[in-house]
């Protein structure tokens, strides 16, 4: 089982910028998809954005697309959310996952989660 650490989260205004980072505990990480997936108050939590083991492919609900970026470094087990221009619903925890594709949009490949990272955005 992968352990996840997301970091990075915190209080910005609206149009300004975070970068999230989520450490993985086991060198299995570099075959992994991975996402990022957030909860916002009173919702369920929501796909937000995945890239494929090897980097090659991203993916993004598009409410974020051209605001927000996935990446990746395997030699550091770790993927990143770059955040930009971000808005007052973009507030949640954020949580990444080992992802699949799955009816349309990707899911992640277990329900075991980290602590997550909450980013807090006001207008």
């Known amino acids: 089982q992968v352990q996840l650490v997301e970091s990075g989260g915190g209080l910005v205004q609206a149009g300004g910028s975070l970068r999230l980072s989520c450490a993985a505990s086991?060198?299995?990480?570099?075959?992994?998809?991975m996402g990022w997936f957030r909860q916002a108050p009173g919702k369920e939590r929501e796909f937000v954005a995945a890239?494929?083991?090897?980097?090659?492919?991203?993916y993004y609900i598009d409410s974020v697309k051209g605001r927000f970026t996935i990446s990746r470094e395997n030699a550091k087990n770790t993927v990143y959310l770059q955040m930009n221009i971000v808005k007052p619903e973009d507030t949640a925890v954020y949580y990444c996952?080992?992802?699949?594709?799955?009816?349309?949009?990707?899911?992640?490949?277990?329900?075991?989660w980290g602590q997550g990272t909450q980013v807090t955005v006001s207008s």
């Open positions: 086991r060198r299995a990480f570099s075959i992994l998809n």
């Open positions: 996952n080992a992802a699949i594709p799955k009816g349309g949009t990707w899911g992640p490949i277990t329900n075991s």
């Open positions: 890239i494929t083991w090897d980097g090659s492919s991203t």
